[in-house]
C-alpha cells in the first residue's frame, strides 16, 4: 500500500497564482520528498525535508512539515504554465512509496 | 552530467508475448530501482539493487517478472509472458549509497510506455 496520500487530486490555477498541495502519511518518517512528473516523463526530484525540518524553500517552492500531523505541504508561488504537472509525495529512507499526486494545471 | 537512461522509450506487445526493458543508471551510483506506474497512479517500487545485490523485491512478481543486473551497473528487466494489466510505465531511478539517513533523492529516468494487447 502507498504510504503518502496527495490532496487534491488535481489543481487548476490561473498563471501567476500561488498553488498549495498537501501530503498526509501513517508512518513516523525520517524525511519526505516531492517530485514532479511532466506528462509522460519521468519524475524530477523537487526538495526533500528532515523529520527535524519544519519548513524548506527552493526557488518558488516552499514545502512545510508537520510531523504531529503527519502531514506535508508543497507551495508553488507565482505559478507558471511550466508548472503543469503532478506532484508526488514520497516516503521511507531504505524504500520510497508514492501516493497517487496531485495535477496541476496552469492556464495562460 | 549525463542522466538515466532507459531503452526503449515505447513498447507494444501482445498478451502472452516477452518484452524486456534496460537500463542504464548514472555513473558512481550504486543504487538501481525498477518502478511500475500504472496510469493514474503513483509510481510503486518493484525491484531495489544494491551493486548486484537485490535489497527488496517484495513487490516484484516472480512468476513472470526477472531483473538482474550484472556488474552493479546496467540492468534489465524482463516480462514473461506479459498480461494486459502488466500495461504501464516501467520507470528505472538511481541513487547514491545510503547515509545515515537513509537514500536521499532519486534520479529517474525517461520511463518505458509498455502497452499489451
Known amino acids: 500500500s502507498q504510504q503518502g496520500e496527495e490532496d487534491p487530486q488535481a489543481l487548476s490555477i490561473q498563471e501567476g497564482e500561488n498553488a498549495t498541495m498537501n501530503c498526509s502519511y501513517k508512518t513516523s518518517i525520517n524525511n519526505l520528498q516531492w517530485y514532479r512528473q511532466n506528462s509522460g516523463r519521468g519524475l524530477v526530484h523537487l526538495i526533500l525535508i528532515r523529520s527535524n525540518e519544519r519548513e524548506k524553500h527552493s526557488g518558488r517552492l516552499r514545502v512545510t512539515l508537520d510531523t504531529s500531523k503527519k502531514s506535508s505541504s508543497l507551495l508553488i508561488t507565482a505559478s507558471r504554465a511550466a508548472d503543469t504537472a503532478s506532484y508526488f509525495c514520497a516516503t521511507g529512507d531504505y524504500k520510497l512509496s508514492f501516493g497517487a499526486g496531485t495535477t496541476v494545471t496552469v492556464r495562460a | 552530467e549525463a542522466g538515466v537512461a532507459q531503452s526503449p522509450r515505447y513498447k507494444i506487445i501482445e498478451k502472452r508475448q516477452s518484452v524486456a526493458f534496460w537500463c542504464n543508471p548514472i555513473s558512481g551510483h550504486a543504487t538501481l530501482y525498477w518502478y511500475q506506474q500504472i496510469l493514474g497512479q503513483g509510481p510503486k517500487l518493484l525491484i531495489q539493487?544494491?551493486?548486484?545485490?537485490?535489497?527488496?523485491d517484495s513487490q516484484l512478481p516472480k512468476d513472470r517478472f526477472s531483473a538482474e543486473r550484472l556488474k552493479g551497473v546496467d540492468s534489465t528487466l524482463k516480462i514473461q509472458p506479459a498480461k494486459l494489466e502488466d500495461s504501464a510505465v516501467y520507470l528505472c531511478a538511481s541513487s547514491l549509497d545510503p547515509g545515515l539517513a537513509g537514500f536521499g533523492e532519486q534520479y529517474f529516468g525517461p520511463g518505458t510506455r509498455l502497452t499489451v494487447t
Open positions: 539493487f544494491q551493486n548486484n545485490g537485490v535489497v527488496d
